[in-house]
């Protein structure tokens, strides 16, 4: 028997949909919300989702908005900036689907806060 317990989701991504209202810079204000909804949606249709599969969350802020809007994909801890639904379209086919990372995507790693 393995020592690592097997992950109970393949992979598991979380949206960034934190909105503020003191006019700092947020995720909710590059419409992370119709992300979310779209990359659900996506992942549904797919047959993606589920235990063994794929999981799609919500988060608060990920602290790192300046890269905005902002999603993570576990277990690899990859980072992504998208900008439009057919980001999160090449997100689902390629990361979620065939574990292929997104390199154009990619949050640069200098970027926080
Ligand atoms: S507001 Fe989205 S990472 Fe902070």
């Known amino acids: 028997m393995s020592d690592t317990p ?8 979380f949206f960034c949909l934190n909105k503020r209202d003191n006019g700092e810079a947020c995720c909710a ?3 992370a919300q119709g992300a979310f909804d779209h990359c659900k949606s ?5 047959g993606l989702m589920g235990p063994g599969k794929v999981r799609v969350n919500k988060a608060g ?3 790192r908005c300046a890269g905005g809007p902002i999603c993570v994909v576990y277990p690899e801890a990859v980072w992504y900036t ?4 057919d ?4 997100i689902v086919d390629s990361h979620l689907k065939n574990g292929q990372v997104v390199e154009r995507l990619l949050t640069p790693p200098d970027v926080g806060r």
């Open 87 to 90: 980001d999160i379209d090449e």
């Open 42 to 46: 996506r992942v549904k249709k797919e």
């Open 6 to 13: 097997k992950s109970y989701y393949q992979r598991h991504i």
């Open 61 to 63: 802020c990920l602290d």
């Open 82 to 85: 998208y900008v439009d639904k």
């Open 29 to 31: 204000d590059h419409d």
